[in-house]
């Protein structure tokens, strides 16, 4: 049977300090997270796919045989570098980039303890309810990712955070869909379920939250009917879940351009749109607002559909694809918060924040250097958040509007 998480406020009332005798600022810790229901959380997705060199597609791709100097994006598979320092040095390695003091710079490992542990701790810090942890279809062996999933489970419970799984079928072709109806719920039944005994799993009408991402997102890959036979398999599944489907941004349109696709979107407990690449400035970001995520909840309503929105502080992935693209802009913030602030005015059922640790693709929120600080190399070009910010400005940032958000829909989280 499920256990709901006991609502305890952390530590006494509750304030810790930071660094008692340095004199940092006091954190007040948020109230431990209720994992009974998703309605009114802010989550992030969680890659958790950072390795040191040599245990596998470790996602940071460098080249480490070089100072780099005359380089080639490709040899590194990120644009913003993150800040280290508060990760346990067990938890690092040394790369040959040169910062701006001529010290070598540091990647961490995702799978390591103390990287995970960090993460809730600043999930509890600022208020963030939890995480969606992506599960790539076709890495279902990965003992690196296994372990990473109970490292998860563990710091989720110490710091009264939540979980739960998001499967991402973006791999899957149906040229090649033949085993992977009973590879999926392999994996559900033996490595999912497990961790749905957690006191920190989300479970919504008391049954647990399972994500499937990439309903629609690329339909030259995966088919309408073998998108229907995925959902019905893990909706039918033991224990059965709350299917959050995550379907791409303009789904509404597929009611008349590709009506079998709409048939299994109409079928989910909450539409979750990918709202990823449609929008990349405050401007066009308003216009999307107004065109697409309105009639998006009202339509969503009128299901009797749950609705969740997709949102991100910016991104950029020239040196992951090579292809030259201009670096992103984050607008000094501004981009983000016109996000949030009208996440409160649409009161969708949750939030979906793409992403916690998203380092390829630049949209994460996690502790990142700031310009002056990252390795200057010209080529390869890193970014930084702006000079001047916190590490973790845009994790504050979000934190400062899911304390809002919660208390949108008065409930404790």
Known sequence: ???????????????????????????????????????????????????????????????????PGPSTPGDVQFDMFPAVEQYPQECLFTTNFLLPDR?????????????????????????????????????????????????????????????AVEYDLSPIASSDFSNVVPSLLNDYTHNIAPLITS??????????????????IDKNKLSAPDCA??????????????????????????????????????????????????????????????????????LTDRLGIKYAPSITPGGSARNREGKGKPLGNRYNGSYYEAQLKHMLDLKPFFVFGAMFDEFPESSQVIATLTQSEVPPAANPGFLGIDDGMDHNYYLQLAGRYAVRFHELWQVSV
């Open 1 to 67: 049977m499920f256990i709901t998480f006991p609502k305890i406020i952390a530590a006494a009332a509750v304030l810790f300090a930071c660094n008692v005798l340095g004199g940092a600022p006091q954190v007040a810790l948020s109230t431990a997270v209720d994992a009974s229901h998703l309605q009114g959380k802010v989550l992030f997705g969680y890659q958790g796919f950072f390795r040191r060199p040599g245990q596998g597609n470790d996602h940071w791709m460098i080249k480490f045989g070089e100072i």
């Open 103 to 163: 010290s070598k710079a540091q990647l961490f490992e995702s799978n390591c303890t103390g990287v995970v542990d960090t993460h809730f701790r600043w999930m509890q810090e600022n208020s963030i309810d939890g995480i969606l942890v992506q599960r790539f279809y076709g890495q279902f062996e990965d003992a690196s990712f296994l372990q990473l999933l109970q490292q998860i489970r563990t710091a989720a419970e110490k710091y009264g955070r939540s979980f």
């Open 199 to 216: 006191p920190a799993y989300l479970h919504q009408d008391g049954r647990p939250v399972l994500e499937l991402w990439g309903f629609g």
């Open 229 to 298: 036979a995925i959902f019905h398999a893990l909706r039918s599944a033991n224990p059965n879940p709350y299917v959050v489907l995550g379907v791409q941004w303009d789904w509404a349109f597929d009611r008349t351009q590709n009506p079998d696709y709409y048939n299994v979107y109409l079928q989910a407990d909450v539409i979750q749109p990918w709202a990823v690449g449609p929008y990349n400035d405050p401007t066009s970001y308003e216009g999307f607002y107004q065109r697409t995520s309105i009639p998006d909840k009202a």
